[in-house]
């Protein structure tokens, strides 16, 4: 290539040419020159532009952030006022198991956070999510503890409700519980019931909820009924001038069974009742 160039410049209106003779390293140096100065003015125009961006971008942020730490405040808040919500529920929970009396209490709710710290919201975060997993826990625990009671109160209910209690006819006593001359004659023996001495047709209820388990004639008791109440309570109702009922009968406290009557060896119409628990023969003068 040649050492030197020739740039001619033309005037429009005629005057003469004007020669400039340029050596070939200048005419380098010249373009060099334009283009540096070209790519420092796009980069500082992009610098510009993209700093314009994310000052904006820096904005919204900020303002997205503080929304969000608003939003974690609030629930946070929510969350502690679930917390008391369910100490109180635990408080009240805690009298219940006492009056019930049931010992074992489960533990106690978790305690509050607090403020966002300063030092960010992912923590924050972590700890909101760690105390909603501890109510989690601390519901079902509640929720368990419910179950305990009101399965204790159920069975307290079916034990009271098997419980022979009152008198299973209308009349009046004749004979207690315990040793007494027979009737026959034969000597003294434990009478094993109560009678009650009322006019024959005189109905007799079950004195406790139960099942009907026998229904029969016996030649001493007569027409008897024998009820099964469960938890370790039978009651048997003899004497009878008829039983009313049927074997394998579900009945409640109240219920109609028989009637007073006469039949196997008795010296009048009375009611011959009986109160077994787990087999022996008790009192039923204690459960009138
Ligand atoms: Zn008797």
Do not use: C
């Not at 403020?115 to 079902?140: F, H, K, R, T, Y």
């Not at 039949?263 to 459960?287: A, C, F, M, W």
């Amino acid at each position: 290539m040649a050492k030197r160039f020739t740039v001619m410049i033309i005037p429009e209106d005629g005057e003469n040419v004007r020669r400039l003779k340029v050596r070939r390293g200048l005419l380098t140096l010249a373009v060099t020159a334009l283009l540096l100065f070209v790519g420092v003015f796009a980069y500082f125009t992009h610098s510009f532009y993209t700093l314009q961006f994310d000052q904006t971008e820096l904005q919204r942020l900020r303002l997205v952030n503080s929304q969000q730490r608003h939003d974690l405040q609030r629930l946070i808040a929510d969350v502690d006022l679930l917390r008391e919500e369910l100490a109180g529920l635990a408080e009240t929970d805690a009298r219940v198991r006492q009056l019930a009396d049931i010992d074992s209490s489960p533990k106690a709710v978790p305690v509050a956070i607090g403020g966002i710290p300063e030092s960010g919201n992912v923590e924050v975060v972590d700890q909101l999510q760690q105390q909603i997993n501890q109510l989690q826990v601390a519901i079902d625990l509640r929720r368990q503890s419910q179950e305990d009671v009101r399965n204790l109160l159920n069975d307290q209910v079916s034990i009271s409700r098997a419980t022979p209690k009152g008198w299973p006819t209308k009349g009046w006593i004749t004979s207690y519980f315990g040793m007494r001359q027979i009737p026959d004659g034969t000597g003294r023996r434990i009478h094993e019931g109560l009678d009650i001495a009322a006019n024959t047709g005189t109905p007799v209820y079950a004195t406790a909820d139960g099942i009907v388990a026998r229904v029969e004639y016996s030649k001493s008791y007569g027409k008897t009924v024998v009820v099964d109440h469960g938890y370790g309570y039978r009651t048997l109702y003899a004497h009878n001038s008829r039983n009313s009922i049927k074997r394998g009968t579900r009945v409640r406290r109240g219920d109609k069974l028989a009637e007073v009557g006469n039949t196997g060896i008795s010296t009048g119409p009375h009611l011959h009742y009986e109160v077994q628990l787990n087999g022996v023969p008790i009192d039923p003068r204690k459960t009138l």
